[in-house]
């Protein structure tokens, strides 16, 4: 059967299974666990991190004392603890998070990327092709539209449109996907791949474009714009990729790929503008002092001018779309911020820290 022959809608029920979910301790995985878990006592969800600077345990708070949760802290870099772990495990589904995230990091860094984005994933397919053999089991990844590369003012990237990718992180993701669909096509693999556009939310290392502006804002620090402001990202509320990468994992075709998108795009100037308006209200500031604090700064290497995903085929085989606004997402995201004070200090005295003084030093004046 090709996989275009595949029949629609095909259920797959994870209750009584065990899930791995890698990078659940990030910022969208650990959003999928306090999404899903509750609502689903019946499947074992297991965290499955090592702790970068981007995981965090804190990030699972709330859901980690669950009778179907569990952790294990494993670098999926390493073949033969991938191995034994999930001998242990005996994972029935794997829903692929794990990966390092940061574009302006993989361009002064490119080698971790290589050895989790690729590696890592290549590691997982091996121990899940050896596990299930050819009886069962799921491998959903999660990859992204940067591997579509940029868009000129108009048009939308499609499943179909040809890879392209620009930074070091977009070319290990579209490697990674690459292995995931050969995986399938070579080995029988049951796998979906979704790739989504930009997210904002809570729990989101404060190194991304908004809750890095959210706290500069708070803080009265420079809000470092990348050369003009000019770019545009398609923004989702991370709930919403949470419930697409559901719907796929159960419901999606096997060896097909959706595309995830928010309908809503925005040049950073204008996600700026609208988050300051935001932050200003909820904290009774004036917009103007927030205003003063942008900063133009040089632009990132071989930046990216636009995305824009067509997700025409999600909605219309499984009936998903997104459901927050950029209003209610971005409100919603500066108030988790602002209830959390701790979470953010925790993270400003570490690893960030050093993080902003490498990257932004030289540049931003506070
Ligand atoms: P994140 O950087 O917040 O989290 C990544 C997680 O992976 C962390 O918990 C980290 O500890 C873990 N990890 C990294 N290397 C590992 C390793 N070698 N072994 C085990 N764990 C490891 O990332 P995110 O923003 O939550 O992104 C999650 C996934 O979604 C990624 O695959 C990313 O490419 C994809 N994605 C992200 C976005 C976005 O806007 N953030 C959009 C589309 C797709
Ligand atoms: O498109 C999906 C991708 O979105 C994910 O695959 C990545 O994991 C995720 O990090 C994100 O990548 P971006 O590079 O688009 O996100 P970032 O938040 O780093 O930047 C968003 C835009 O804002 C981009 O055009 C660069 C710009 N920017 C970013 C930072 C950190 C600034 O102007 N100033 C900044 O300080």
């Known amino acids: 059967m090709s996989m275009t022959d595949q029949p629609l809608r095909a259920d797959r029920d994870p209750a009584g299974l065990t899930l791995w979910v890698t990078g659940g301790a990030g910022f969208i995985g650990s959003n999928f666990i306090h999404r899903h878990i509750a609502a689903h006592s019946e499947t074992r969800f297991i965290v499955v991190d090592c702790l970068t600077y981007a995981g965090n345990p804190a990030n699972l708070a709330g859901v980690d004392d669950l ?29 692929h998070f794990a990966a390092e995230s940061h574009v302006d990091r993989s361009i002064h860094g490119p080698a971790a990327f290589v050895r989790t984005n690729v590696v890592g994933t290549f590691n997982l397919l091996e121990t899940a092709r050896r596990l299930w053999g050819q009886a069962g089991g799921h491998f959903h990844h999660v990859s992204t539209d940067e591997v579509y590369g940029s868009l000129g003012d108009s048009g939308l990237f499609y499943e179909t449109t040809p890879y392209d990718p620009s930074s070091p992180y977009s070319a290990t993701k579209a490697a990674s996907d690459h292995l995931v669909r050969a995986h399938h096509r070579t080995y029988g693999l049951p796998v979906t791949i979704t790739n989504c556009s930009n997210n904002y939310g809570p729990r989101h290392y404060p190194e ?30 991370v709930d919403d990729h949470c419930d697409a990468i559901w719907e796929v994992a159960c419901r999606g075709r096997i060896g097909e790929t959706y595309n995830i998108g928010g309908d809503c795009e925005l040049r950073n100037i204008d996600v700026l503008h609208r988050l300051i308006r935001v932050v200003a209200e909820e904290t009774n500031a004036a917009v103007s002092k927030l205003e003063d604090l942008i900063t133009f700064v040089p632009d990132r290497p071989g930046h990216d001018l636009r995305y824009a995903m067509d997700f025409s085929k999600l909605h219309h085989e499984l009936g998903w779309s997104p459901k927050e ?35 932004y030093g030289g540049r931003v004046k506070p």
């Open 325 to 359: 606004t950029f209003e209610s997402g971005l409100r919603k995201t500066v108030q988790w911020y602002l209830a959390n004070p701790e979470w953010v200090a925790d993270i400003q005295s570490g690893e960030y820290r050093n993080w902003v003084d490498r990257q």
């Open 208 to 237: 991304k474009l908004i809750p890095l502006m959210i706290l500069n804002c708070l803080n009265r620090k420079p809000l470092p714009v990348y050369g003009q402001g000019l770019n545009v990202r398609d923004w989702l509320f």
């Open 67 to 95: 009778p179907n949760f569990a952790f294990r802290r494993l670098d999926i870099g390493d073949a033969a603890a991938v191995d034994a772990a999930a001998d242990e495990d005996r994972p029935d589904w794997i829903i």
